[in-house]
């Protein structure tokens, strides 16, 4: 069975697609979305099992190929730990510059850049999220539903209509159907807030 990895592994991971650009002789620009980005700039979601990208465009050049399968087979990670299956999930009415951060480049060790790192903002992510939270099955486990409680609380979110406004900003079609996305906010939002306080995004360093 794949294994999960951490943040540490993930940005080694990064850094050694990012030493493969370079030796390409180009650069690469994504974005992580999901629980990989959650991974890379949260303070409180620390495993993933996969890196969802926005569309890369097909094929993928043949280095990002032998790099993404070089690093599953080494780790013992899924084959697919690197895909753009999320592209279809995404909203159309996202925008580049308002709903994207730069979260860091890559590698870490060298002043060239061969990739470079976009996470949504916290109320971007939060929308993917509830979307999402339609098709959850919250009885496999409870990571999904921790990423949403951290979220409202991120942005100080204390009332259902505000997430709800928030889904309707970029799916907008979900948010006329909410009734699960609904249930769970309030489950959410009635539970004591732990103590710590979380952080998304978090600046990559």
Do not use: C
């Not at 009415?93 to 949504?120: E, Y």
């Amino acid at each position: 069975m794949p294994r999960a990895f951490d943040r540490d592994e993930l940005l080694a991971a990064f850094d050694e697609i990012a030493i493969a650009a370079i030796a390409a002789r180009t650069r690469l620009d994504i974005a992580v979305f999901g629980g990989s980005a959650l991974v890379l700039a949260s303070n409180f979601r620390f495993t993933t099992e996969d890196v969802d990208v926005a569309e890369l465009g097909t094929p993928w050049p043949q280095w990002l190929t032998d790099a993404v399968t070089r690093i599953a087979r080494r780790n013992d990670w899924s084959e697919t730990w690197f895909n753009d299956a999320v592209t279809f999930h995404l909203s159309a009415h996202a925008q580049t510059d308002r709903d994207m951060v730069k979260w860091r480049t890559f590698p870490r060790s060298l002043d060239q850049i061969g990739l470079t790192v976009f996470v949504p903002t916290a109320e971007y992510m939060l929308a993917l999220k509830l979307k999402a939270a339609r098709i959850s099955d919250f009885t496999k486990g409870t990571q999904d539903l921790n990423d949403l409680a951290n979220l409202l609380r991120t942005l100080e979110i204390s009332d259902p209509d505000q997430a709800i406004a928030l889904l309707a900003k970029y799916f907008p079609i979900s948010a006329a159907h909410a009734d699960k996305e609904r249930f769970v906010l309030r489950y959410l939002l009635s539970q004591e807030s732990p103590t710590d306080a979380p952080s998304y995004p978090r600046r990559g360093t």
